[in-house]
């Protein structure tokens, strides 16, 4: 199987019952991040079907929850239809995200940062920076060997979020038995 790019890909990936990418366990990482000082809103990139932004809202969390497959979206929202506190799912391309305003007290991504080229790198970065407020976290899973083609270090990392974002911490991760990190950044207060 080809890993998805496009929309309509990831729309195909979606109507299958399980994606070979799909996540039952919520991170440790996004745990502890949630907990950190009192966060009230939160913005995931590449939500997929709502897992991770459905248990950030049931912490009590006002959660938005973007990503460019419909199929995904409409799963994500079926998905939280019963849920007492539910996040918001939109249907988006996390490089061109002029429907939302901030700023969120954190935001995440987990497997969606890798999949950009240099120039997606750029438009993302400069979203987060526009949406998330100063001094937030962006907490970013990304594979070391993307499907964009572009390897991923904590040297890279820190240079494509630069000027903007602090890299606060980076850890090796076997997450999916993939090499990957995960990388904590901080938003610059100016």
């Given at each position: ?59 009590g ?17 079926e ?29 995440f ?14 438009a ?67």
């Open positions: 199987m080809t890993v998805p790019m496009k929309s309509a890909d990831f729309d195909r990936a979606y109507r299958a019952p399980i994606t070979f990418w799909g996540d039952i366990r919520i991170p440790e990482e996004l745990k502890a991040l949630a907990r950190q000082g009192s966060p009230r809103t939160a913005l995931e990139l590449g939500c997929g079907v709502g897992r991770f932004s459905r248990y950030l809202a049931q912490q969390l006002r959660v938005t929850g973007v990503d460019f497959s419909p199929v995904a979206i409409a799963k994500a929202r998905g939280a239809a019963r849920d007492t506190l539910r996040p918001e799912f939109i249907v988006g391309d996390v490089t061109r995200l002029e429907a939302l305003s901030g700023p969120f007290d954190f935001s991504d987990v497997g969606c940062f890798h999949c950009f080229d240099a120039q997606g790198q750029r993302y970065v400069a979203e987060v920076s526009r949406l998330l407020k100063p001094g937030g976290i962006h907490l970013v899973w990304a594979l070391d060997s993307g499907p964009s083609g572009l390897s991923f270090s904590p040297a890279s990392v820190k240079e494509a979020f630069a000027p903007g974002f602090e890299l606060q911490q980076a850890l090796k991760s076997r997450r999916r038995l993939i090499r990957s990190h995960w990388y904590w950044l901080v938003r610059a207060s100016g």
